[in-house]
């Protein structure tokens, strides 16, 4: 996967906010004032579209959503064979099972990390003079002048 087409999946913000074409990048700022404008009354300038595909292996099945910004999304369920047989999804796959033992073990060291640190955390009670309750009692104490 090159880096252009991994920014645009990583980075959300980036593959929604204007039409992406590689070959053309002088009107990326243009497009994105014109996404960027929001007036329900007049329907959007760009054709962008964000496509959402969840894939549940044990379940066999797949869920597309497919919709613009700023609508409700339209939504299919798919079968898992026939959504995996696409040459891009199956590579994006492949990858990323290559790689998700790497995330799992930085996560786990993540949490570990996070883990350790809180647990040694320790307040240290100070030890308070014996006729510290009666000191406090006179400070309770309201006094008229």
Known sequence: ???QNQESVT??????SSDFNPNNNN????????SE???SNNPPKTK???????IHPEEGQAILSIGIRNAPPIIKTI???EITSQPAIKDCIRELEEILPKIIETAEKAINTTSNSTQTRQVQ???????YQKAESNKKQLSLF
């Open 27 to 34: 009107n990326l700022e243009e497009d994105d004032e014109i």
């Open 48 to 54: 962008t579209y964000i496509i959402t595909i969840q």
């Open 125 to 131: 009670q100070r030890e308070l003079p014996k006729d």
């Open 1 to 3: 996967m090159n880096n």
């Open 79 to 81: 079968d898992y064979q």
């Open 37 to 39: 404008q929001d007036d």
């Open 11 to 16: 980075n959300s913000e980036a593959s929604y």
